[in-house]
């Protein structure tokens, strides 16, 4: 026995000596030997208190062996070996254990080589991992570039690409990935956050729950007129859960959540194709602006309704800095190409944030979902733009209408010949006198003026931008006629305020005796400026939804669908993003390019379509009738016939519309036809 064991032993006997109690622990068990050695127990036994029976009869110690301290019994040959029993009491502790706080053949002298015996070292099988990440699987890569040449300074660039995924407990996944390039700013570029590229989250999993914290997206949940593809740095978590049903079939309760800063901000554009022009071209923001850095990732480009590919292989190419599309040859763009972009931009103006809530619950024959949405500019916090009290007041007093949300872009400086100043004069255009009109010039004495110039749009301004060797963009001013300006800018600064969308929509679809019924109600909220009390009217506004699908067996081969909608939105109706096909309005002759106008008045969309299917085949045919009416704007009707037909190696597929509108200067008739 090693010296440390004989001391845990006085020090576990004069423990019991100290108390003046004797041990009460008895353990008693039957055995059932397989061999001579039997191992009893965990701790060392206390030897004046063991005995072994065979049934009813005490063995004596000629008949074994007992090895108290690693607790194990040696049956001698002879000894019985059925019916036996064993009662003793244990010690606290197994002797013969070895404790230790580090092993000693890590720090120890060899004989054949010396080592310090006071320098811990860390074994092999740990030198790989020191973090103890043995579960996880870790891959990436780390690169360092530098770019030079003869006509640009040295820069360096830089790429970190990290995942690790893997279990951290039974129950426990976890993801992680970390993206970050740092890409040089070009000279003919632009500084506008980068760093927008860039992905950093962490994702747990496990028992139903997910979560993710960084940088996530948020897409579409289970919802007609709620629709989004969000970007968002922060905390996004669900949790899916049994509840209700029946043992069989149970419930599930879905509940999702996210509060996350908005890196983005929704824009569709309209773009005009130009013959045998297959790009660079250029996208705009929500408020027009001109330079904008898109969310990688969010942007989805149509022609003539039908969703592209991104890649040079494919369909487009998309410069994510410089907000441009270029189309590839696959698809050749003519003026009569439909180009629809729609796009997530970093918006630098305020502060945004988000929040959205979800609960989805479903069981046998009937689900139901709500979920709330909201994103909102942060007023207080201005990001691009030093807003002053006179700033404020003056977005206060204009309300919605924020093309009046300007103030003067001309400040008093002193002369300096590396700006662009003008002077300030007075000019006589035909009878009419004209005052504070502002001229380039270089002389000292009366170039005391910096303006900022904003884009008004044709005949929105007085001044147009002209040619010059200035160091910088120089503008000339043009006299009205008849009062209507001529030009295209003015020395205003526009001010951006913010703003808030928020959306809640409830739903249901239950199977009912008669078919299936699917409805939802939604309500929307859209403030474009949240420093005016003024306008707030038409913030408001809300949509229904109602679907009822019915079928009925017309004979043995044969089925018949019935299917009843019917949809109303409010004029204010503001949805997050598109939730309507994507050429819905020049399905309905509302005149293709007008996605983003607002209604003349409230909108009903309804109808009725039969489908008769031939049973274990594709032969069907369908006939629909729907209206769509927008107050006195617009109303109209189409009847739609489709078919498909197969028989052995022929088959059939042919769609027939006709549409017939009428309203403010709408009378059209609308017949396309297609067939294969």
């Known amino acids: ?87 003793y009491v244990v010690y606290p502790v197994l002797f013969t254990k070895t404790y230790t706080h580090k092993d000693q053949e890590r720090f120890t002298s060899k004989p054949d080589n010396r080592t310090n015996p006071f320098l811990y070292r860390p074994g092999d099988e740990k030198a790989d991992d020191p973090f103890g990440t043995g579960a996880l699987t870790k891959s990436g890569s780390l690169s360092r570039g530098i770019v030079f040449g003869n006509n640009r300074d040295v820069s360096v660039n830089s790429s970190l690409n990290l995942q690790m995924s893997g279990k951290l407990t039974e129950n426990l996944d976890l993801t992680m990935a970390a993206t970050d390039d740092n890409l040089p700013v070009q000279p003919d570029g632009t500084t506008q956050q980068l760093q927008e590229f860039d992905r950093v989250y962490i994702q747990l999993s496990g028992n139903g729950m997910k979560m993710i914290a960084g940088d996530f997206y948020v897409t579409r949940p289970n919802s ?72 990688s990732g969010t942007e989805k480009v149509y022609i003539d309704g039908r969703l592209l590919i991104r890649g040079q292989e494919n369909d487009y190419i998309i410069d994510y800095n410089t907000a441009q599309v270029t189309f590839t040859a696959r698809q050749l763009i003519t003026k009569d190409k439909r180009i629809e972009v729609e796009f997530q931009y970093a918006d630098r103006n305020y502060a945004r944030s988000m929040i959205y809530t979800g609960l989805d619950y479903r069981r046998e024959g009937w689900q139901t979902w709500f979920h709330a949405f909201s994103e909102q500019d942060n007023k207080n916090q201005p990001l691009q733009q030093t807003l002053t009290s006179e700033n404020k007041l003056r977005m206060a007093e204009v309300g919605d209408s924020l093309y009046k949300a300007v103030v003067p872009g001309v400040d008093s400086v002193a002369f300096s010949g590396d700006l662009v ?171 293709w390019g007008s996605a983003n106008r607002l209604p003349a008045s409230g909108q009903h969309l309804g109808g009725v379509t039969l489908n008769l299917k031939k049973l274990k085949s594709a032969n069907r045919i369908s006939y629909g009738w729907s209206m769509f009416r927008e107050g006195e704007f617009m109303n109209g009707v189409k009847n739609d016939v489709a078919g498909s037909w197969n028989y052995r190696r022929f088959g059939a597929v042919a769609h027939v519309s006709l549409l017939q509108t009428s309203g403010q200067n709408r009378n059209t008739t609308f017949l396309r036809h297609t067939a294969t």
């Open 1 to 87: 026995m090693r010296p440390r064991h004989i001391l845990s032993l006085l020090f576990v006997l004069l423990f019991v000596q100290a108390s003046g109690q004797t041990p009460v622990a008895w353990r008693e068990k039957m055995i059932l030997p397989s061999g001579d050695t039997i191992q009893l127990d965990t701790l060392s036994i206390i030897p004046s208190t063991f005995t072994l029976y065979n049934g009813q009869t005490k063995l004596d110690t000629t008949d074994y062996e007992l090895l108290p301290a690693e607790s194990r019994l040696i049956l001698k040959p002879g000894a019985p070996r059925d019916s036996l029993r064993v009662r």
């Open 224 to 295: 007609y007129f709620m629709n989004f593809n969000k970007r968002g740095q922060g905390v996004n978590a669900s949790y899916l859960t049994p509840l209700g049903g029946t043992k069989d079939k149970p419930g599930q309760l879905n509940v999702s959540g996210a509060i996350a800063i908005s890196k983005g901000k929704f824009s569709r554009n309209i773009l005009q194709g130009v013959e045998g022009n297959q790009g660079p071209y250029r996208l705009h923001g929500a408020e027009n602006e001109l330079f904008i850095v898109v969310l």
């Open 421 to 591: 100043l003008y002077k300030k004069i007075d000019t006589l255009a035909g009878s009419v006198l004209y005052n504070d009109v502002y001229v380039y010039s270089t002389n000292p004495d009366s170039a005391h003026y910096r303006l900022s110039f904003s884009y008004t749009g044709l005949y929105g301004g007085n001044y147009i931008q002209v040619s010059s060797s200035a160091n910088g963009k120089t503008f000339r001013w043009i006299a009205p006629q008849n009062g209507i300006p001529q030009g295209d800018h003015e020395p205003v600064i526009l001010l951006i305020t913010p703003k808030r969308k928020q959306m809640v929509v409830l739903g249901t679809k239950k199977e009912m005796r008669f078919g299936l019924l699917n409805s939802e109600f939604a309500y929307t909220r859209n403030d474009l400026n949240t420093f005016s009390p003024f306008n707030s009217t038409d913030d408001h506004g809300y949509g229904g939804k109602l679907n009822i699908e019915s079928g009925y067996a017309v004979s043995d081969s044969l089925s018949l669908v019935v299917e009843t909608h019917y949809e109303l939105v409010s004029r204010y109706f503001s949805p997050i993003e598109r939730y309507r096909s994507v050429e819905f309005e020049r399905d309905w002759n509302l005149g």
